[in-house]
């Protein structure tokens, strides 16, 4: 009697559980963007190149959207603006013999991506150390980008740091309730076998 109605209680949890795993139908995803970038530099022994890497969350995204409306014609043909910003939660520079990380920031740490008339026109990357700072520069609203400054060098800054998206798969999560789903199952067929055992 007791095995039966665990039977049932457990059948009926079941099918609960499938129920709220068909309101759910597209898995979560978790959704991290990578970016390569470099820094092009000249200081005593010539031209030389500082590398990192940097990732942030997509659902960190605070950004705002502008759209000109008028009769005239906007200042320099801008008719839509849109502005992205992320925090990055990953990073790390080479730097004169050392690895700089998130830790030896100053402050918090975002990428900024601008769009103008649905174009990308620029990234800036916003981080700040004592050693060193990216900052941002722009050219009217036609473009903008990533400037480095090294605060205790004699390096000459590059207003043209380079980004590079680094191509990677998203990291699938399952659904809570599938994952509930399969340990009913489970608990399920482990029942079955004591019931099994105890009629023999």
Same mark, same amino acid.
Not at 65 to 91: A, H, L, N
């Given at each position: ?46 031209? +030389? #190149?500082?590398?990192? *890497?940097?990732? @942030? ?5 605070? &950004?705002?959207?502008?759209?000109? !409306?008028? =009769? ?34 100053? +402050? #918090?740490?975002?990428? *900024?991506?601008? @769009? ?5 026109? &620029?990234?800036?990357?916003?981080? !700040?150390? =004592? ?70």
């Amino acid at each position: 009697m007791t095995l039966n109605l665990l039977t049932r209680s457990t059948l009926a949890i079941t099918g609960a559980v499938f129920s709220l795993g068909v309101i759910a139908i597209n898995p979560a995803h978790a959704a991290r963007i990578t970016y390569d970038f470099s820094v092009p530099t000249y200081g005593p022994d010539g031209y +030389s #190149s500082f590398t990192g *890497r940097l990732s @942030y969350d997509e659902a960190t995204n605070n &950004g705002w959207v502008y759209e000109y !409306e008028g =009769e005239d014609f906007p200042q320099w043909g801008v008719w839509r603006y849109e502005s992205q910003q992320y925090q990055v939660d990953f990073i790390e520079f080479s730097f004169l013999d050392r690895v700089y990380t998130k830790a030896d920031a100053l +402050s #918090s740490i975002f990428l *900024r991506i601008d @769009y103008a008339n649905r174009g990308e026109i &620029g990234k800036t990357l916003y981080w !700040e150390t =004592e050693d060193f700072s990216f900052v941002g520069w722009s050219y009217r609203m036609e473009e903008m980008g990533t400037g480095f400054q090294g605060k205790k060098t004699n390096l000459y800054d590059d207003w043209n740091v380079n980004f590079s998206r680094v191509q990677e798969e998203p990291t699938p999560v399952p659904e809570p309730s599938i994952l509930g789903a399969l340990s009913v199952v489970g608990l399920a067929g482990l029942l079955r076998k004591k019931r099994v055992k105890a009629m023999e």
